[in-house]
């Protein structure tokens, strides 16, 4: 099997994502040539990804698990999710998100909780380049990457529902899903315009001379 490996020295969450990943190594009974074989990755990219030194692409993780011969779509699929779980605390982690919270889309009041609801949303999928979630929304006609990044960095809000769902399905937001947030954002965008609404008939009213001299 090879020399021992290093101790892991990593903060809980990567050090038990490299401790989960060693363990599948070893109960599968091969070594990171042995992984390598077949693969086009190699055996010290495999070893650094179960090193603990950082949190390792999500790509990595499943072709690691993979290459020790648990194949992602059988009954081994409980596997993956329980490290994907692993692997987005580890990458909140390591991206001091961890404590982030935000209330649920049907708890949600207003625009502050819309705006840290969907940078959760963001940071619970492991924070992927943006480029991958306008990818995986439908593509830069539904999510341009500006209004993207202003949206993970609380900037603003999506402008229509369509725009909505692009973020969040490429956040990996299920289809199921999305009606419970498109409710919350109807409910704050809805808000808003009565708000812009209400302010615009003040001016007027504050500026027209005829009511003016009514008042006086």
Request: aromatic share 6%.
């Amino acid at each position: 099997m090879g020399r021992p490996e290093n101790p892991i020295d990593a903060p809980p969450h990567r050090g038990e994502l490299a401790r989960r990943l060693r363990d599948i190594r070893a109960l599968a009974g091969v070594t990171y040539n042995d992984m390598a074989q077949g693969s086009t990755t190699s055996a010290a990219t495999f070893k650094r990804t179960a090193s603990g030194a950082t949190v390792p692409k999500w790509s990595r993780v499943r072709d690691f698990v993979e290459a020790c011969g648990i194949p992602s779509r059988k009954a081994e699929a409980d596997t993956y999710l329980s490290l994907y779980g692993l692997w987005v605390k580890a990458r909140m982690e390591e991206r001091g998100t961890l404590a982030l919270t935000a209330p649920a889309p049907r708890l949600i009041a207003d625009a502050a909780d819309l705006s840290q609801a969907l940078r959760v949303v963001y940071e619970r999928a492991g924070a992927p380049p943006l480029r991958q979630v306008q990818r995986d929304g439908g593509g830069p006609l539904y999510l341009p990457l500006s209004t993207l990044a202003r949206i993970v960095g609380r900037q603003t809000l999506p402008a229509t529902s369509h725009q909505l769902h692009a973020y969040l399905l490429g956040c990996g937001v299920p289809d199921g899903r999305l009606r419970e947030w498109t409710d919350a954002w109807s409910k704050v965008t809805q808000a808003s315009r009565l708000e812009v609404v209400g302010q615009a008939r003040y001016w007027f009213l504050s500026s027209d001379p005829v009511v003016k001299s009514r008042a006086a």
